[in-house]
């Protein structure tokens, strides 16, 4: 169980946007990210529930991003309640035991639990202005700020070459 990963799977999520309502898009993320299993059980149901998980991490993301600690911590704290964790040694495909922090149930339940408990333990090792949204407007874009000086600002360096030839563009206007 590598709760990292499972907190750049909530990044994921809130930066598919609406393209998560499609089943190829979300199956690709799965299968990209090595959840094989949890992309081969996919259903319309599971889509349904991860668009309002969506909705709910994008909150999360919003409230550190205004440096409102406490509203993201509240907001947190409310999935974790919502999406219990029930831990499970597991030992499939030949791997050494670990730990699954939920087994059977929906894909869905599973995903929810994993990007709740990777972003709870983002925030309790790293500290709640590990996440943010992409300053680069109008990219809403999440993400996770695991730089050691805290200096990240945008979702990609796509977005953070395009900010810096804007704020370029502005100074030679200016001058
Ligand atoms: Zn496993
Ligand atoms: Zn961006």
Redesign the pocket.
Known sequence: MDLTSYAELAVQLVNMGNELKDPFSLRALLEETGRTEAAARLTRRDIDALCELRDELAGVFAAAADGDDVDAVERLNGLLVRHPVHPQI?G?DG?PW?L?LTEGGRVADALAVGSVMGLASVVTRLGVDRLGICQASPCRNAYLDTSSNRSRRYCSERCASRANVAAYRARKRGA
């Open positions: 597991s499939h791997q670990h699954h």
